[in-house]
């Protein structure tokens, strides 16, 4: 999922480029989403909230970390001046991500309790009504982000404009929907909430079709005869 958001991100809101597309999946797409997961699995027996706070913190601090390391590796700017820089701006980032990552478990257990494996006495929800409020609970979270997200750049970009090397940018290749915002739209805040819309429902396509492609296959194989041969 991780991974189809950062597309997404790259090539309809021209967010993270496609140059570092590859880069930007790794480190957020697969390395942090397993420290985030393996954080949250150990702590959340004892308090599920703690555990998605911390996971979420982590996830974004060594987000920052690796990406000063690719940053020097890359010759964009010397560790030095990147590392301190980017760990303290995104520990403080950070706080807010794992602020809202419990929040959005809280909301989650609360209006779709069975996806933590809860069951609600005398409510059985079969899989269209679970799906249908998956994506009316994103889209209600999107749309409410909207209203308070900050027009200050993100934590790279300051980093970026205070060590001198944000000019090492380049230009998108086209423009679909960029910085959020759909085109042709007056109002901002209604083309952003617009961009929000179009996002969550293009993410839940691509997440549907995957994981329709996955169960289809994992029936082909669970339906494949197992030719059993004596030994010679």
């Given at each position: 999922?991780?991974?189809?958001v950062i597309a997404l991100?790259?090539?309809?809101?021209?967010?993270?480029?496609?140059?570092?597309?590859?880069?930007?999946?790794?480190?957020?797409?697969?390395?942090?989403?397993?420290?985030?997961?393996?954080?949250?699995?150990?702590?959340?027996?004892?308090?599920?909230?703690?555990a998605a706070f911390i996971?979420?913190?982590?996830?974004?601090?060594?987000?920052?970390?690796?990406?000063?390391?690719?940053?020097?590796?890359?010759?964009?700017?010397?560790?030095?001046?990147?590392?301190?820089?980017?760990?303290?701006?995104?520990?403080?980032?950070?706080?807010?991500?794992?602020?809202?990552?419990?929040?959005?478990?809280?909301?989650?257990?609360?209006?779709?309790?069975?996806?933590?494996?809860?069951?609600?006495?005398?409510?059985?929800?079969?899989?269209?009504?679970?799906?249908?409020?998956?994506?009316?609970?994103?889209?209600?979270?999107?749309?409410?982000?909207?209203?308070?997200?900050?027009?200050?750049?993100?934590?790279?970009?300051?980093?970026?404009?205070?060590?001198?090397?944000?000019?090492?940018?380049?230009?998108?290749?086209?423009?679909?929907?960029?910085?959020?915002?759909?085109?042709?739209?007056?109002?901002?805040?209604?083309?952003?909430?617009?961009?929000?819309?179009?996002?969550?429902?293009?993410?839940?396509?691509?997440?549907?079709?995957?994981?329709?492609?996955?169960?289809?296959r994992s029936r082909r194989?669970?339906?494949?005869?197992?030719?059993?041969?004596?030994?010679?």
């Amino acid at each position: 999922i991780m991974t189809a958001v950062i597309a997404l991100q790259a090539l309809i809101f021209q967010d993270g480029g496609l140059l570092a597309m590859g880069a930007n999946i790794f480190v957020m797409g697969i390395v942090t989403v397993w420290i985030g997961y393996f954080v949250y699995q150990a702590m959340a027996r004892f308090n599920r909230y703690a555990a998605a706070f911390i996971a979420g913190w982590l996830s974004v601090f060594v987000a920052a970390v690796m990406a000063s390391f690719l940053l020097a590796l890359s010759g964009t700017a010397s560790l030095g001046v990147v590392l301190a820089a980017m760990a303290t701006v995104h520990a403080f980032i950070g706080v807010g991500e794992g602020l809202i990552t419990a929040g959005a478990v809280a909301l989650v257990a609360a209006a779709l309790p069975e996806m933590y494996g809860r069951q609600v006495s005398g409510r059985k929800t079969d899989r269209g009504t679970f799906i249908a409020g998956g994506v009316i609970l994103a889209l209600a979270v999107g749309v409410m982000a909207v209203f308070f997200a900050s027009p200050s750049p993100d934590g790279l970009e300051r980093v970026a404009e205070d060590k001198g090397f944000l000019g090492a940018a380049q230009g998108p290749l086209y423009e679909l929907a960029p910085d959020y915002v759909v085109p042709g739209v007056t109002n901002e805040t209604l083309a952003a909430v617009l961009a929000v819309i179009l996002g969550t429902l293009l993410l839940f396509a691509v997440g549907y079709g995957i994981a329709r492609a996955l169960r289809r296959r994992s029936r082909r194989l669970a339906e494949t005869p197992v030719v059993v041969t004596d030994s010679p």
